[in-house]
Every structure is written in structure tokens, then in C-alpha cells.
């Protein structure tokens, strides 16, 4: 069973503007519930570890970009409970390996690389069949880690008390992560997802298949976008360091920055009722982080 840190801190953001529209702001720091990887990728990886233990599989694979959080989080969680992880990477092999992959090797992950063509047929059963040719049985992980398993494990992220939050915000990759809160949703609960991707136009319809929950309680703003997956102009660069100054909270440019940008902005554009109570989830991916130059240059100084 993945070991995850039961007492996550949930921090009040107190700043003029946000007080001033008679609005509470606070963050959950699921970015710090495990001492080796943090954030949602392990809650989303919690059961489909125990389903691959259940079918006696003793080795994980899974897809992913050369800096991504699901990737080294799975990594993380092979080498916590003794299983084999193979991670099959978009692209060519670059030596030396990034930060990401370093680390993932040192966890005991395989690397393996898909050239961009083939790795679009990633869902086929030709190319998984391919993948177990090559290495034998393994328990299939999506990239992302998003699949119905994952939602049980997202859902724990809530243990909050009903009634204590008016609205819930999350970043949205996949939609897994939303999928897996909404599925917890309680009495008076409003989510809102801030999208990191542009033109993700079928997000609503995947959380709504995932979750089985019609919109109601739910939305996803897709403003914030910053450009695209993994774009991150300066402007977002420069609002997270003065958060980071501000608050003593780290972001990331792919998910948490975007969605802070968006709440504070949606605060001072008077999305949120006044009384609002807002609880934003911090999904972590702070490793990731180490592929922006920018960001290591100014916290160095
Ligand atoms: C993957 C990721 C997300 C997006 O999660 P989905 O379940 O794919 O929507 C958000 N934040 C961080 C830090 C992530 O790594």
C-alpha cells in the first residue's frame, strides 16, 4: 500500500485583494503527501497499484513526456512497493537525461523511447502488444495515470469537512484529477477545473464519462491557458516568483500557476460571491519546475 502523508496542510492565502471582496482563499498542499514525489499522480496511482497486486503483476508501465510528473511518479511508487516500472517516453532518447528521467532512472524505472509517430498509437492494442512482446506481462497505466481506478484514490484528497468550502479548484490536465473530486462531491460543493491546455474542447465530455456526474456542480474554465500545455510566458514565470515571495508557497508554470492566476483574476473580476469560501488543491508536479531555466536562475539569486 503507497504511503501517503495523512496530515496535508491546508494554507490560508491572505492578501488585501482577496479580503477585501469578502472572499476566503486557501490551498490544500497535496504537493507535499509524499517525501519522494508529491501531488495527484500518486493519488491517482494509490489503486490501480493495489488492482496490479491483485493480478499478481509485479511490473508497471506506463507513458509520458521526458519531464513528466506522472512518469517519475510512478517510478517513485515501483520502487516504494518492490515493483518493476518500465516507462516508455515520448521521443528520442537526449543524454544526458534531464532531471525527470535521472531521477526515474534512480527509482529503478526502464526507459524506453517511442519516436512521436508511433507513440500517438500509444491506446492501440498492436503497439501494447508490441510493448509485451518485448517485456513480457506488465499492469497497464495511461499516460497521465487517468482511468476509472484512479478516482478512488483522487477522492481521499477530500477529508475535509462537509459544509467547511463553497467552492473547489483544481488544475485540469486529463481530468482525471476534477473527475475523481466531483465523484466525492458533497451537498453545497461547487468544482471548478482551470484547464492547462488550449482547445481541449472534449475535457467536459471525458469528466462527465469518468465521473458520471452531469455539469450541475461542476465547470471548467478554459481562460488561463497561458498559450498551451507547457507554455509559459514570462508574465506567468514573474506572477509565480512574486507568489512564491509573497505566500512561501512553490508553484509550477504547467498546472498550479495557471490556476492560481485564475482564481486570483476570476476574485477580482467578482466570479466568487461574496462569503465565498475557496479551497484550491496544490496538485504538486513541482519537479517539473527544473525544466524552466527561468524559474532556477531567479530562486538561485
Ligand atoms: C497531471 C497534473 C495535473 C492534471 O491532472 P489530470 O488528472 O490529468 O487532470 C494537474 N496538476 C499537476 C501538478 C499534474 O502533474
Known sequence: ??????????????????????????LRREDLNHPLVSGNKLRKLKYN????????????????????NHILA??????????KTIGVIRGEEMLPLNPTLTDSHSYGMHLAYLDRSSYRNKNEDSLIQSLRDKFGDFYLIPEG???ALALPGVR???????????????????GGTLAGLISG????EQFLGFSALKNALSLEEDVRLLSAKEKGCWNINHEFHFGGYAKAPKTLLDFILDFE??????LEPIYTGKMMWGILDLISKDYFKVGSKILAIHTGGL??????????????K
Not at 7 to 13: E, N
Not at 74 to 83: C, I, P, R, S, V
Not at 287 to 300: I, P, T
Request: hydrophobic content about 35%.
Open 1 to 26: 500500500m503507497l504511503n501517503l502523508n495523512s496530515d496535508i496542510p491546508i494554507q490560508k492565502i491572505q492578501a488585501p485583494e482577496i479580503d477585501l471582496k469578502g472572499i476566503e482563499l486557501y
Open 49 to 68: 497499484l493495489e488492482e496490479a497486486k491483485n493480478q499478481n503483476k509485479d511490473t508497471l508501465l506506463t507513458f509520458g513526456g521526458a519531464f513528466s
Open 74 to 83: 510512478t517510478a517513485a511508487a515501483g520502487k516504494e512497493l518492490g515493483m
Open 145 to 147: 495515470g487517468t482511468n
Open 156 to 174: 481521499e484528497i477530500m477529508d475535509w469537512e462537509a459544509g467547511t468550502y463553497t467552492h473547489i479548484c483544481c488544475p485540469v490536465g486529463t
Open 185 to 188: 462531491a458533497r451537498e453545497g
Open 245 to 250: 515571495g509573497k505566500f512561501s508557497i512553490p
Open 287 to 300: 519537479q517539473g519546475r527544473r525544466g524552466f531555466d527561468y524559474l532556477a536562475k531567479q530562486v538561485s
